[in-house]
């Protein structure tokens, strides 16, 4: 059987979807999502079932040992994440947009991409959520995911300070970024606060962090419908769309007419830019 099952594996491409783990996780949920998303890779062909069987094997090939193995099965029939009756032989998991009803998450973004399955099932594979977190938010994109750790924790429910923390221990890099608004300043800029610091002779803005994680998305599959079904649902109950966005980009920002802002180096993880249009905030 685990002969057979690693073999499985070699030819199977990982996938995670950040917003359902993180909402998961923050549920106290995780152990129940994790046995619903090593179902789905065990069932290739999208038959919805899963043999019972396979699936403790393959939580014990991913070294889960046997009582959590049980105790996470039984959390995830409660969930009803997945469902069956004592004569059955298998499990039967439910689709992503159900999953999404029931945790309760509006919006799923494009799938990660997993390295090495193995770290979903570690202890503290909230690294590796948020990692994902950010690699769906920069959803392909060479410049990386801007945005301030207060807009991060509205998006993941992840504290500013544990975000360091993951930042720190995990995969996901941060960089910090300043507009330099003036530079060889007078005294006159003596006494400021907030956004607006000296930095020597030069009167600079914090801007929001850009972050980068090493994990790529995958194709987008079959979201476009399951969010449609999730907007239709959002609809009828009459909550509207959301139309928050929660990213910042500074190639965009002429189209918004917003500030306009020109790259300038990278010194020391810290990326600078030059104002070059519009109202310094």
């Not at 094997?57 to 009756?85: C, M, N, P």
């Not at 159900?98 to 690294?127: H, S």
């Not at 990213?247 to 002429?254: D, G, L, Y």
């Amino acid at each position: 059987m685990r002969k057979w099952l690693f073999c499985l594996r070699e030819n199977m491409q990982y996938k995670i979807n950040p917003e359902l783990a993180n909402q998961a996780k923050s549920q106290n949920k995780g152990g129940g999502f994790r046995v619903w998303m090593l179902a789905r890779w065990l069932d290739p062909q999208g038959s919805g079932t899963v043999k019972k069987i396979l699936l403790r094997s393959a939580l014990a090939d991913f070294g889960v040992e046997k009582r959590t193995a049980q105790r996470w099965i039984k959390a995830a029939i409660e969930a009803e994440f997945i469902s069956t009756r004592k004569e059955l032989d298998y499990y039967r998991y439910q689709s992503p947009d159900k999953i999404a009803r029931l945790l309760n998450v509006r919006n799923l973004g494009r799938p990660v991409i997993l390295e090495d399955p193995k770290e979903v099932f570690k202890t503290d594979w909230g690294l590796l959520v948020f990692d994902c977190l950010i690699a769906s938010c920069e959803k392909g994109s060479t410049a990386g995911f801007t945005a301030s750790r207060a807009t991060i924790k509205d998006i993941s429910g992840v504290a500013e300070r544990t975000q360091r923390a993951y930042i720190k221990k995990g995969k996901t890099r941060s960089f910090r970024n300043v507009t330099v608004i003036e530079k060889d300043t007078s005294g006159k800029y003596h006494d400021i606060g907030g956004k607006m610091q000296l930095w020597g002779d030069w009167l600079v803005r914090n801007e929001p962090r850009t972050h980068t994680s090493p994990y790529s998305v995958g194709a987008r599959g079959r979201i476009k419908k399951q969010n449609r079904i999730l907007a239709n649902l959002v609809n009828n109950v009459g909550q509207g769309r959301i139309e928050k966005r929660y990213f910042h980009s500074w190639k965009q920002a002429v189209k918004q007419n917003r500030e306009v802002l020109l790259f300038r180096k990278t010194y020391r993880d810290t990326n600078y830019w030059q104002v070059l249009g519009g109202q310094i905030a």
